[in-house]
């Protein structure tokens, strides 16, 4: 079939194989061309096939050579339908590695659930005895607790107050007010029930008791602070809640596994283009205008970029991890300089329908929300027949 992107509001309903493909070839060729890290050597990313959670799979095995367990739930491809990115994501990554003679295997289905924790132990306990690092990136917008069977769902609202500020349609570049309604209690509840720390924790807890986490082993998750201009809407709010408790549960981890050496840590990154930030009402004007500046200043970042950085410069040289003063790992030091967030703040007082063409990078933002379904790669020719119906090589 010939596939096209089909939009329907935030989300895109087709992906492209051979798109996602190049996306997983220009991560791996970007690690490659950075040289090899001394890191880890067996790795569990929970949350592996796209994102973040993507490039810290790539970076693990084709900076350091690590064997990696990968954790998604994904859509496969059916009836004439593609498949979700992330699938051909994945399929890409296992076809790279198998001929780079690198260990992967992948795993897909619900990581909040207990048997997926269990087949994934006894996966590691068959094929690689012990774990060094573990990474969490999982991003669901739903979570069914294991213990429950609640079905908790997250939301995306400011706590105690209306938040009314500018916002930007990235489809048609139309910029507008947007007001969004507080929460109530059961609001942040639910949202810290699906994106806070609790399940972190249980991953954890589940690898020390099956035995299969390695002395002086390192977990990090993934977090995001960005700036006072979209902090009612997201660090102070439902979000926000969150994200603070995710952090304080890398100091219970740290607690439970530092007998062995290991520590867990929380790594804050840099505003990105995701299916994510782009629903969020002033994330993709703040993302536009954060890209026009850092590209203006040779700073920007992709996922890939963000990651490889963390990795060679943060988590493995050797010397202690740097932190700031809530034990975070700060790779967002970039976006948050005073000279960016200076430079933010003037253009958005300016930012209009009118004005945003020039002073912001609404077309990179396109161009990256494309590439997350396999759209918008000049390598790729998009009016080829190809075949959508593509399997996962190293499922178990």
Known sequence: MIIEPRMRGFICLTAHPKGCEQSVLNQINYVKSKGHIDGPKNVLVIGASTGFGLASRITSAFGSNAATIGVFFEKPPMDGKTASPGWYNSAAFQNEAKKAGIYAKSINGDAFSNEVKEKTIATIKADLGKIDLVIYSLASPVRMHPKTGFLHRSVLKPIGNIYTNKTVDF??????????????????????????????????????????????????????????????????????????????????????????????????????????????????????????????????????????????????????????????????????SEDVQNGISTLWGQASTETLPEIGDLNGYKSDFLNLFGFGYPEVNYLEDINEDVNIDGLV
């Open 171 to 336: 489809h048609t570049g139309v910029v507008s007010t947007v007001s969004i309604d507080p929460c109530n209690a059961e609001d942040i509840e639910n949202t810290v029930a699906v994106m806070g720390g609790e399940d972190w924790e249980m991953w954890m807890d589940a690898l020390v008791e099956a035995g299969v986490l390695a002395d002086n082993a390192m977990t990090v998750a993934y977090s995001y602070i960005g700036p006072s201009l979209t902090e009612a809407v997201y660090r102070k709010g439902t979000i926000g809640a969150a994200k603070d408790h995710l952090e304080a549960t890398a100091f219970k981890i740290t607690d439970k596994i530092k007998a062995t050496g290991g520590k867990a840590f929380v790594s804050v990154n840099k505003a990105l283009v995701t299916q994510a930030s782009s629903a969020i009402p002033v994330i993709p004007l703040y993302i536009s205008l954060l890209y026009k500046i850092m590209k203006a200043k040779g700073t920007h970042e992709g996922c890939i970029e963000q990651i490889e950085r963390l990795y060679a410069e943060r988590l493995y040289t050797g010397k202690d991890i740097a932190t700031d003063e809530k034990g975070r790992i700060r790779v967002d030091d970039w976006e948050m």
